[in-house]
């Protein structure tokens, strides 16, 4: 069975930092392309970051460039979302997902979904 689990959320005062984990299980991950997206109450589901096969390519929204970091590790394949300088706005579920090809950015290009995991940054 196919999973991505992620981990590492949490309720942090803004101005802070946490770090997402998504560790994959049932295949291996290696070549495929891995991003995060985040839904807030109320809104659609959309793109936050995303990191190449090969980690060589990093993808950021607009509104977390400079703040965000995606990362892949040597471990198990697993991927980080490195997040700084949070913003009440920040607040959301925060899903990993994992895509063959396709545009980084959208999310019918991912085949593989994590149940989400919730940030909360208060003010």
């Known amino acids: 069975q196919v999973q991505l689990v992620e981990s590492g959320g949490g309720l942090v005062q803004a101005g802070g930092s946490l770090r997402l984990s998504c560790a994959p299980s049932g295949r291996t991950f290696v070549t495929y392309t891995m991003g995060w997206f985040r839904q807030a109450p109320g809104k659609e589901r959309e793109f936050v970051a995303a990191?190449?096969?090969?980690?060589?390519?990093?993808y950021y929204a607009d509104s977390v460039k400079g703040r965000f970091t995606i990362s892949r590790g040597n471990v198990k394949n697993t991927v980080y979302l490195q997040m700084n300088s949070l913003k009440p706005e920040d607040t959301a579920v925060y899903y990993c997902?994992?895509?063959?090809?396709?545009?980084?950015?959208?999310?019918?290009?991912?085949?593989?979904w994590g149940q989400g995991t919730q940030v909360t940054v208060s003010s």
């Open positions: 997902a994992a895509a063959i090809r396709g545009d980084e950015m959208v999310q019918a290009s991912y085949h593989y």
């Open positions: 990191i190449s096969g090969a980690g060589i390519s990093t």
